[in-house]
């Protein structure tokens, strides 16, 4: 992992959270070299133990352009639960509306949730 072009962006929250570092690094590298995402940020979350990532998300619609998006990685043998959820929403300033919570696994798949802050009625 250290001889990874990512890794010097990720060292210094890696070595502070090493337990969730093997999640973030997977999803780090997803969302830069996979989904193509923009002006990437690495968000250290103290109160949660680990740190999301902010960036810009390509969009199909000409009519828009990116829009910003904060992932907190996580892996699926972890225990989320609502007071986990609730102090991810606090420590970000501004309190963002949603957030999606990437879950990975050993095999490489990752699955992002949307997460809402409150009750959200779903689109129509």
Not at 10 to 39: E, H, I
Not at 54 to 81: A, F, N, W, Y
Request: glycine content about 4%; aromatic content about 8%.
């Amino acid at each position: 992992m250290q001889k990874h072009p990512s890794h010097a962006v990720l060292s210094q929250v890696l070595a502070k959270y090493p337990a969730t570092g093997g999640a973030l690094f997977q999803v780090y590298n997803d969302l830069t070299l996979a989904q193509r995402w923009s002006d990437v940020q690495v968000l250290d979350l103290p109160a949660c133990g680990r740190a999301a990532i902010k960036g810009k998300r390509p969009t199909t619609d000409t009519d828009q352009g990116p829009s910003v998006c904060i992932v907190v990685p996580c892996s699926l043998s972890e225990s989320i639960s609502t007071s986990w959820l609730r102090a991810v929403f606090t420590s970000l300033e501004p309190s963002p509306t949603e957030i999606y919570v990437a879950i990975t696994t050993e095999d490489t798949s990752t699955v992002y949730y949307k997460i809402s802050q409150g009750i959200v009625k779903p689109p129509v």
